[in-house]
């Protein structure tokens, strides 16, 4: 399996071990290569995947939401997986809904609650020769995917020059927009990702520019 081009599903389970080797029967069913479940602390399942990712390495992504993981979907990804120029690449679909959907937008900056994926399509390599190749696989993927997409934007995936603030905060944007320029006039909370922002407290044409930390593998 080494530097072979794969699926994976990984998954997380807070209950009754049994319980968890019964929901996992059906894909155990379809053959994988190779199998593993064992408990683990919260820290390390946060952590499990940064080997992906190594720091020094070169990283260009493009994220968004779909609701259904249709049969074009499917397609789509297998497509663009074995046309990735890089064997580091990888594209992650997350499961959303539960708890995560139950909650009110308002409630909180999380721009859209209402989208069952969300997928981050990340172009990983070493050689800076390759920039193109790479980045052109990661925007092509993106594209081919928007027929599926909602338009939103999950904020910890947005990267840099990515300028999708309203699409990862949705109808919150203005909101926050306006608790930034109450709370951090200075724009004293920031970092490298910067998105503008027109609270409606300012003079007409003024600008005002917030960089919002946006966590890890943003």
Partial sequence: MHWQKACSVAFCWTGDPAE????????????????AAHELPYKELQCMFDVLAPHGNLSYWKTGFVNSVSPAVAR????????????????????????????????????????????????????AAQDSENIAWA??????????????????????????????????????????????????????RMFRLRPRSHPPGARVYSRVRLGRGA
């Fill in 76 to 127: 789509t990804m297998v497509e663009f997986g074995r046309a990735a120029p890089s064997p580091l690449s990888q594209a992650e679909f997350m499961i959303l809904g539960g708890k995560v959907a139950g909650i009110p937008n308002q409630d909180s900056a999380f721009g859209d609650r209402a989208g069952r994926f969300v997928y981050n399509l990340v172009a990983n390599w070493t050689d």
């Fill in 20 to 35: 968890c080797d019964r929901l996992l029967s059906p894909f155990a069913k379809l053959g994988p290569a190779f199998r």
């Fill in 139 to 192: 925007r092509n993927f993106f594209n081919a995917m928007q027929p599926f997409s909602t338009g939103a934007a999950y904020a910890n995936y947005l990267g840099d020059g990515d300028n999708r603030a309203r699409d990862a905060f949705g109808a919150n944007y203005d909101r926050l927009s306006q608790l930034k320029a109450t709370y951090d006039s200075t724009n004293f909370s920031r970092t490298r």
